[in-house]
């Protein structure tokens, strides 16, 4: 199971990322260098098959956040560089939750639970619709206002199933 993890910060740097020698993959890996508000220092490594939810593009100065799997194994340098699984860039008006949901639809980290509507959209990472059952599954959840409360609740505007 994917232990997700998240950065959040400002967009510093982008530049290629070369993981081979030959230039079979030129050009389709990024590295992206944030900040944070406390000046702490992190990059992504993007690759073709990182999620970008709201698939805009990012540029140097957008605030973003990026998802990675805390069980996977990272080199021993700084700043340190995480293979990016989802990225979000910020847009006011909405918010994006990465985490695995329960029967109850409880986050695994206990801070939202989802109240599904007949108009919340309920898609694959490639838009196509989801049949199934969406519980016990990692999701990217794209919602509006929520309750205070603990954990806050919310009915998502979509839901997004990572397979």
């Known amino acids: 199971m994917i232990n997700f993890?998240?950065?959040?910060g400002t967009?510093?740097?982008?530049?290629?990322?070369?993981?081979?020698?030959?230039?079979?993959?030129?050009?389709?890996?990024?590295?992206?260098?944030?900040?944070?508000?406390?000046?702490?220092?992190?990059?992504?490594v993007v690759s073709p098959t990182t999620y970008f939810v709201n698939p805009l593009v990012v540029s140097i100065g957008d605030k973003i956040t990026g998802y990675?799997?805390?069980?996977a194994p990272v080199p021993l340098i700084y700043p340190p560089q995480y293979r990016a699984l989802v990225v979000v860039k910020h847009i006011p008006t909405q918010?994006?939750?990465?985490?695995?949901?329960?029967?109850?639809?409880?986050?695994?980290?206990?801070e939202l639970q989802l109240n599904i509507s007949p108009y919340t959209q309920i898609?694959?990472?490639?838009?196509q619709?989801?049949?199934?059952?969406?519980?016990?599954?990692?999701?990217?959840?794209?919602?509006g206002p929520a309750t205070k409360s603990i954990p806050a609740k919310t009915i998502p505007y979509k839901i997004i199933v990572w397979c």
Do not use: W
């Open 5 to 8: 993890y998240s950065f959040h």
């Open 68 to 71: 990675y799997d805390g069980n």
């Open 123 to 127: 898609v694959l990472t490639n838009g």
């Open 95 to 110: 918010s994006v939750k990465v985490d695995y949901f329960d029967s109850q639809l409880n986050s695994k980290d206990g």
């Open 11 to 44: 967009v510093t740097m982008i530049s290629d990322f070369i993981i081979v020698q030959n230039s079979e993959g030129e050009g389709c890996y990024t590295l992206m260098t944030l900040e944070n508000e406390m000046g702490t220092i992190a990059s992504f």
């Open 129 to 143: 619709p989801f049949s199934s059952t969406f519980t016990n599954r990692n999701l990217i959840v794209i919602y």
